[in-house]
């Protein structure tokens, strides 16, 4: 609906530049998953992912000081049924955007939305291979997961996933220790309510807010990234458990 607005939109710095893109990519991803027969597929999926990970990382999702943090991982960002009108606002806001907010901002809502679009796109490789053995995604278990997984064209691009949670975790640390970029936070939410940018404005304030509350947060996404890539390894390899880490992961 908004694309002519992406599109037509002069921007005049990298970040802004590479943020246009990736929305443009989104944007027409989101269309065509919309009209997919799968797209219930894809939410189911999501869902049942989301469980996982917070089971295979319960620990650190129930530690006081890494909860809100990874809630935010997986609510603002991985939560594709109730992102529609948000993602809509932020392509129809996108000439806005690139003049009210600084680049550091658009930088991190870049590397949010390339993550967002990456997991989308796995999700919808999984349902379609899910589909094609005949297995309802609500009925979905491990086993078939890991059945589908293995099948999966995308295996590099699932490696990839990783070191992005990676980054853009690193993205937000640094942006949430940096306090000229909080007090321009601060400041800009009355702009950006009068712009029209409250939706997006918000996002940026709760993923602000949960890493800032965060201590050691280098070593939580250092965690996360040995642990999923071992679940990677075991879901390769035939492991009976690939979800069960030991100990010391």
């Known amino acids: 609906m908004y694309r002519e607005r992406l599109v037509s939109t002069n921007v005049r710095s990298e970040s802004a530049r590479r943020l246009q893109q990736l929305l443009l990519d989104y944007h027409d991803f989101r269309h065509r998953k919309a009209e997919h027969q799968l797209l219930e597929s894809t939410l189911v999926i999501a869902d049942w992912q989301a469980e996982r990970l917070k089971s295979t990382h319960q620990d650190l999702y129930q530690h006081p000081g890494y909860h809100s943090g990874l809630e935010f991982l997986l609510t603002d960002l991985y939560a594709p049924a109730s992102m529609t009108r948000r993602d809509d606002n932020i392509d129809r806001v996108f000439p806005k955007m690139v003049k009210w907010l600084p680049d550091q901002q658009l930088e991190v809502l870049a590397g949010l939305v390339e993550l967002n679009l990456l997991t989308q796109q796995l999700d919808l490789e999984l349902a379609e ?11 979905i278990t491990a086993e078939h997961y890991c059945e589908v997984y293995r099948a999966s064209q995308m295996i590099e691009q699932r490696k990839k996933q990783v070191i992005l949670v990676a980054e853009v975790g690193h993205q937000l640390d640094r942006y949430v220790r ?9 400041m800009s939410r009355t702009p950006a309510e009068m712009a029209d ?4 404005h918000n996002f940026l304030h709760r993923g602000y807010s949960a890493f800032r509350k965060m201590d050691k947060v280098d070593l939580l996404i250092d965690r996360l990234v040995v642990r999923e890539q071992q679940v990677i390894d075991n879901i390769l390899s035939g492991h009976p458990e690939p979800f069960m880490l030991p100990g010391d992961l």
């Not at 291979?129 to 009925?139: F, I, M, N």
């Not at 940096?178 to 601060?186: E, F, K, P, V, Y």
Request: no cysteine; aromatic share 4%; charged share 25%.
């Open 129 to 139: 291979l899910l589909d094609e053995r005949g297995t309802p995604a609500k009925s």
């Open 178 to 186: 940096n306090r000229t970029l909080g007090w321009l936070l601060a």
């Open 197 to 200: 940018l409250a939706d997006l």
